[in-house]
């Protein structure tokens, strides 16, 4: 059965489920400590929890505008509850009662302007929410985004950044 549900309060019994898996989610939740609490309710003892988030303080993207990239990517932080949730996941993951907790980061990195890189497929997304915001006209956000593709031409694109999976055990 699938449900959809806010994952502070999730429609399942206690100890239903043998695996979890969190996929950008919790850097969007405004209580990670209330999901956390409800994955280890649903989880049986010795159930496996996967969390995986973006630390987007780690993001390193070219441009020969460095000050607005950094403005895009300020506003960009805006749209998540905890841009840097990674940075204090496994702490509270520990606080919600998980054991054997466990972190790596995988860096998404790419020197090549291709529709399934990282960067090249956040981009629209960025300009998009960006557009409007603070001091990014619309106009400016699309100058941002037509700066990509013109690297990406030149074979000058280069965007980076970790993304971090935290493994854990509800203990038996
Ligand atoms: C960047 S998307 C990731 C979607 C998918 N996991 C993936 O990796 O493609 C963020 C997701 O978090 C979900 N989300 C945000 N807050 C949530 C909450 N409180 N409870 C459940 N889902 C939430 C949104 O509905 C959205 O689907």
Redesign the pocket.
Known sequence: MLHQ????ALPVTDASFDRAL????LE??ADPAA?LAELHRALRPGGRLVV?DVDWSTVSWHSADPDRMRRVLAIWDGHLADPCLPRTLAARMRSAGFGDIRAEGHTFASAEFTPDSYGAAVLPLIQQYVAGREDITGEAAGRWAAEQHELGERGEFFFACIQFCFTATRPG
């Open positions: 549900a806010d994952v502070t969190s996929v950008q989610v969007y939740v999901a995986w």
